[in-house]
Structure formats: C-alpha cells, structure tokens
C-alpha cells in the first residue's frame, strides 16, 4: 500500500462544489430532465451517501439518486501540476480512485460500499485556476464563475453504482491500494484503470468535454440520449 498525500478535506469540498455545479447544468440538458435536488446537506441523504436526486419525464415521472466524485487527475501540464497555488489540478492517470475504506480508525466503508445512490458520476476535471481567482470570480456570480475557469479536456463516468459494487467486490485486491492521511485517520482507495471499468460494467457511458457542453451548448441541437 502506497501513502498518498495529506487530503485536506474543505479543499476537496470546494472541488467537489464546483464539479457538481457544471454536472448538474449538463445533467439539466439531457433529454427529459425535469429538476435536480441537491441533498447533500441533508443528513438523512448524507448518511446514505448520495447528492443529487435527479427528476426525469420517464414513465411519468422517476426519480433517479445520484452520488458525484470528482478527480483533479486529468490535466496534462505538468508545470501546472506541481504548483501549490493550483490544488484542482492533477497530471492524468486514467484511473479511478475506488474508496474502500473512508475511516480506517472507526472502520467507516467507503463510497463504492456505502452510497446507496443508483448512479455514479465520476467526473475527471482539472481546473487550471488558483484558489484565490476561483474566489475572485465566485464574487461576480455563478455564471461568470463557470465560463472562466478556462477548463480543457475534461471526462464523465456515468455509471451503475450498485453493477460497479457487485464487480468491484469480486476484483478489489486485484488493485494497488493507497492511502490518504487525514486528521487522525486514513482514507484507503484501490486504484482502478478506467479501461478495466468501461470493459466490466454493461451501463456505463463516457462524456467527453461536459464543461464545453455546459458553457457553450450547441445552437438549437438537443444533446443525444441514452442516460
């Protein structure tokens, strides 16, 4: 097992805020969408481990619950990467972060264990922005926020959560397992290639460039179907 660097939990957070805003504009665009409801300050939600409940005109009406991951991992500057005053930017890897074990004192199961959510949203996005003009622009508005953040060649994961489980807990030790400190505790993850998941799970679909999808949608054109 390898140890990975200190996680700091509020950074992670703010990264997480900004993945979920640009995903839930993108998911407000796909064919049938009705509504999202962010749960995530909702402790009966919380202790489920899902985010969003997603409302489609499908059969009526259906609800689907949503769990959302965001992974820096996906950038390919390296200058950029190495620099402290850039924390939402990582070098990619074209590999999941599979957390097992979110507690490693208490025992506490990871996400892929505990998230009764029915879909996963994996979302790779590296965002070339410091911390301080992330801020900045948050001052002048959430539009201005997203249309600045300067995003290229970001990925999203949708996948059946409770298919990846079943897989994922049959092949688990087949994969190098890391460790994140955090005050007092470690967050243990199998690193898993993106391929190996793709080729496994039978409802999984891959979005390239969400982020260009949301700021500048296509004129008059529907995005394609299929989730």
Request: hydrophobic fraction near 40%; include cysteine; proline fraction near 5%.
């Amino acid at each position: 097992m390898s140890e990975g660097p200190r996680f700091e939990f509020e950074r992670q957070r703010r990264f997480t805020d900004l993945g979920t805003r640009i995903l839930s504009r993108f998911l407000m665009r796909r064919p049938r969408s009705l509504r999202l409801e962010n749960v995530e300050h909702d402790r009966n939600f919380q202790r489920r481990d899902i985010d969003l409940i997603w409302h489609r005109a499908i059969r009526g009406h259906e609800q689907t619950t949503l769990e959302i991951k965001c992974d820096a991992h996906v950038g390919v500057d390296g200058a950029l990467a190495r620099s402290d005053p850039y924390p939402y930017y990582a070098l990619r890897t074209d590999n999941f972060a599979v957390e097992t074990v979110s507690n490693d004192g208490s025992g506490m199961p990871g996400w892929v264990f505990a998230s009764e959510a029915e879909m996963l949203l994996y979302y790779f996005v590296a965002i070339p922005r410091t911390v301080a003009e992330i801020e900045e622009l948050s001052r002048i508005g959430e539009d201005y926020l997203l249309a600045n953040l300067g995003i290229v060649g970001d990925r999203l994961y949708v996948l059946d959560l409770p298919e990846l489980r079943d897989w994922f807990t049959l092949v688990q030790h087949n994969y190098h397992e890391v460790a994140a400190q955090n005050e007092g505790y470690r967050t243990l993850s199998r690193l898993v290639p993106c391929q190996d998941v793709v080729d496994a799970i039978k409802h999984c679909r891959v979005f390239d460039d969400v982020y260009q999808m949301v700021i500048n949608p296509p004129a008059g054109s529907e995005p394609a179907g299929g989730f």
